[in-house]
């Protein structure tokens, strides 16, 4: 999934500097703030065993 998100805003990037149209580039950042947003709250109100002992 990061990947991914990774990916889009790569893609994102280049839309811009490419100076595509001001919709795509707004587009393209809107839904992987969405993205983005959604991966933390999975992340966050997962359940991951994290007890780690020294």
Same mark, same amino acid.
């Given at each position: ?26 587009g393209? #950042? #809107? ?14 109100? =997962? =359940? ?7």
């Open positions: 999934m990061d990947t991914l998100i990774f990916g889009g805003l790569l893609a994102t990037l280049i839309a811009m500097y490419r100076e595509s149209s001001r919709m795509v580039v707004l393209a #950042w #809107w839904i992987m703030l969405l993205a983005v947003i959604l991966l933390m709250a999975h992340h966050i109100t =997962s =359940s991951l065993a994290l007890n780690l002992s020294y």
